[in-house]
């Protein structure tokens, strides 16, 4: 997915927020700002997608275009009983970050690769495409509009969840025509409760996530509620996440939870490829960016369970970790496969996977020097 993957260039300058439509930088968009704010959580003990801000952006597609995009209070959605997204699931969404960097200035990594991924999975959902740069800056003014909603502590961000459904009233099986895009914030702490704390991972050789031609590379609803019950199975035995194998032969691993996964073999970083059951992660991307610029030997290819428990036994397995938008580099100090544990770097985390969380979280925040063009500042 590398050459769609696009550098964020174009940063509008800040506009005036009022109770009007403006027109900047071609953009038309309503925004209308809510006299009831929330009281705001503690910032200090946020945890993961609990609060959400005061406003959201909502834009409807109906007569095959989209509507202007609107800045509205945070409201439920009236939804029809019998409409599509309720029934078949045609929904898809993304997960991105915007931070605050110490100097006060927000920073965002990587928005247009979300919307450009998002236009696949609509692609392959037969849903509509948004405009990305009309999408890319009606983002910029919500992000405006609730930056008292960003922390600025370490490791916490306003979380971005863009959306979207099919809001077709009708109870036949076919492509709708009218559709809800949404953006809602919500300010967020470490993903797990216990920070980078090593997870113990579950190799799950039953249930399966997707397969080659599925929805495995499109980020849609229903993928995770097919995956609920491994991760569940992971938690009853004691495990923090499942990692899934591939549906054919269950024999190569592809992704754990809702992150890509690396491990470190005799200290050459591996990954699954990108083999079309697997969904290419924007953290996938930049860490394997950011390991080869700084020397790292890195290989996208099927690594086997048998692989990785030959290389375990005989001491060749250094690190293994995943990487996603909620928690950036989340190592991974055990797997269990049919029974069996495996130790990995003694159960700590690894020095890559450390030096890939300070590097990005540092160029998130704009503490480190951002040398690929991924961030975006307002
Ligand atoms: C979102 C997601 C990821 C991580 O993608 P990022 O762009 O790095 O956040 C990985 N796997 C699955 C299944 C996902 O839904």
Redesign the pocket.
């Known amino acids: 997915m590398g050459e769609t993957f696009s550098r964020n260039k174009r940063v509008p300058p800040p506009h005036k927020i009022g109770s009007q439509k403006q027109k900047e930088n071609n953009i038309i968009m309503e925004i209308n700002l809510t006299k009831n704010k929330k009281v705001k959580p503690d910032f200090g003990n946020l945890g993961f997608g609990k609060y959400m801000s005061d406003h959201m952006l909502i834009a409807d597609y109906a007569d095959g275009a989209w509507g202007e995009p609107k800045i509205v209070p945070y409201a439920p959605f009236a939804i029809d009983p019998a409409s599509q997204i309720l029934h078949y699931g045609q929904g898809i969404f993304e ?1 991105m970050k915007a931070y605050k960097s110490k100097n006060g200035g927000i920073t965002l990594f990587r928005p247009r690769d979300n919307f450009l991924r998002m236009n696949k999975s609509a692609e392959r959902l037969c849903m509509p495409k948004i405009d990305v740069d009309k999408t890319l800056d009606s983002l910029y003014e919500l992000v405006r509009a609730e930056k008292d909603w960003i922390p600025d502590a370490d490791g916490t961000s306003l979380y971005i969840r863009p959306a979207m459904f099919c809001s077709d009233v009708y109870l036949g099986v076919k492509t709708g025509a009218h559709y809800r895009f949404f953006i809602i914030t919500c300010p967020v702490g470490a993903y797990y409760a216990n920070g980078l704390e090593p997870t113990k991972i579950f190799i799950e050789d039953f249930y399966t996530r997707s397969s080659i031609g599925g929805t495995g590379e499109a ?1 849609c609803m229903g ?1 995770y509620a097919a995956s609920l019950i491994g991760q569940e199975k992971a938690r009853e035995l004691g495990f923090d996440q499942a990692l899934w194998l591939d549906a054919k032969d269950k024999k190569y691993v592809e ?1 754990v939870g ?3 996964i690396f491990f470190v073999i005799d200290g050459v970083v591996v990954t699954p490829a990108l083999s079309g059951s697997i ?1 290419a ?4 991307d930049s860490a394997l960016g950011l390991l080869r610029k700084n020397g790292y030997k890195t290989e996208e290819r099927k690594i086997s369970v048998d692989e990785l428990l030959t290389a375990q036994e005989s001491g060749r397995l250094n690190e293994a970790f995943g ?3 909620a928690a950036v580099v989340s190592p991974v100090g055990e797997i269990v496969f049919k029974g069996k544990s495996y130790l990995i770097n003694g159960g700590k985390m690894g020095k890559i996977s450390g030096f890939l969380y300070d590097t990005l979280t540092g160029i998130q925040t704009g503490a480190i020097k951002d040398d690929y063009g991924w961030t975006v500042r307002l």
């Open positions: 997960g980020k993928n992704e809702s992150m890509n969904l992660g924007i953290t996938r990487t996603g938008t």
